[in-house]
């Protein structure tokens, strides 16, 4: 392999090892050197569901592959709360969507605070 050119599918980022000598050991001048180089792995990108209801952010995650979805402590799991946050955050890149668990905090806004048929004003001074 010429010094600055990467194999056809590899590329600058991609990991490589040295097999022979093993690593450690010199070689000598002139001697040949087997390397291994492989592909780093690809990574994905978590969705940004910020703003998003939730049963719209759960279906967003999961068809990006993201099913293990949790809610932080106090947060609304309905389908119809809103989500503020999520950990990690939108497009940050994890390794594997199936292990990574998507937190999301989220609050539920409007409605008719809870159930007491108000008018839904339940702020001090509101309805």
């Known amino acids: 392999m010429d010094r600055g050119r990467w194999p056809r599918g590899y590329s600058k980022g991609s990991t490589c090892g040295i097999r022979r000598p093993t690593a450690g050991n010199k070689a000598d001048p002139g001697s040949k050197v087997q390397i291994q180089i492989g592909k780093a792995k690809q990574q994905s990108a978590v969705p940004s569901v910020a703003g998003k209801k939730v049963k719209e952010a759960k279906q967003i995650l999961q068809q990006a592959g993201f099913n293990n979805i949790q809610f932080a402590p106090g947060s609304d799991g ?27 905090t989220t609050v539920n806004i409007g409605g008719n605070n809870g159930g007491n048929d108000n008018g839904g004003g339940g702020f001090i001074g509101g309805n």
């Open 78 to 104: 309905s389908d119809g709360a809103t989500v503020i946050s999520q950990d990690p955050g939108g497009n940050s890149p994890v390794d594997s969507p199936d292990n990574t668990t998507v937190t999301l």
